[in-house]
């Protein structure tokens, strides 16, 4: 059983960033791809980048390439994406999740997952 925490959520203005957090209760944490996916109200949720185990590669959306960056620290068992040039369109709750396929991109691959934190943009 993994546990996930997310923290680093809140209000920010368009163009600000934001820096999401996610520790894993895992003594496996170096050989899980990680992922961070996101869900707006009314929405499917969605895939929004993931950084596979060892290696480092990762993978984003579209939408999302080019601002946010996805990084992760074995120490320390963390997971962060930060987020820069924030737009309204990414106001949703983003979860983290672990995958044992390299770079997956569908939540089906995942199999646990945190509780979410609350990113909110303001126009």
């Known amino acids: 059983q993994v546990q996930l925490v997310e923290s680093g959520g809140g209000l920010v203005d368009s163009g600000g960033s934001l820096r999401l957090s996610c520790v894993a209760s895992t003594r496996t944490f170096s050989t899980y791809t990680m992922g961070w996916f996101r869900q707006a109200p009314g929405k499917e949720r969605e895939f929004v980048a993931c950084v596979s185990s060892r290696v480092g590669s990762t993978s984003y959306a579209d939408s999302v390439k080019g601002r946010f960056t996805i990084s992760r620290d074995y120490a320390k068992n963390t997971v962060y994406l930060q987020m820069n040039s924030l737009k309204p369109e990414d106001t949703a709750v983003y979860y983290c999740?672990?995958?044992?396929?390299?770079?997956?991109?569908?939540?089906?691959?995942?199999?646990?997952w945190g509780q979410g934190t609350q990113v909110t943009v303001s126009s």
């Open positions: 999740a672990t995958s044992s396929v390299m770079l997956g991109r569908s939540m089906s691959q995942y199999n646990y």
